[in-house]
Nanobody, 126 residues
């Protein structure tokens, strides 16, 4: 079992940067077995995958954020971060950390992930 705690959201102007963090609390699972991801959601829309890192370290990014966002995973501390640069108003939403131990299924599908953080708000506006 994993408990995820995500943080780091806030308000920023277009072109600004934010860094999100997620820590996984577990007493039994090694970090090398955990794949992790960031999703985001705006009211009225489905949760969408932003970035995901598998157990091999391979990272996937959504097309909309590639080149602007960078995800990194620390297996020793079972943590995940998301450095978001050149933020745009369309990046506004609630960002959720996700994790899974089977690491199967399409990473962009929220149903592929078992454990979820509580969400942190990102607001990009001038």
């Amino acid at each position: 079992q994993l408990t995820l705690v995500d943080s780091g959201g806030g308000s920023v102007q277009p072109g600004g940067s934010l860094r999100l963090s997620c820590s996984a609390i577990t007493s039994t699972v090694p970090g090398s077995r955990v794949c992790m991801a960031w999703f985001r959601q705006v009211p009225g829309r489905q949760r969408e995958g932003v970035a995901a890192i598998g157990t091999t370290g391979y990272t996937n990014y959504a097309t909309a954020v590639r080149g602007r966002f960078r995800a990194s995973k620390d297996d020793a501390n079972i943590s995940l971060s998301l450095q978001m640069n050149d933020l745009k108003p369309e990046d506004t939403g609630t960002y959720y950390c996700a994790a899974d131990l089977t690491c199967r299924g399409a990473w962009v599908e929220s149903r592929s992930w078992t454990f979820w953080g509580q969400g942190t708000q990102v607001f990009v506006s001038s």
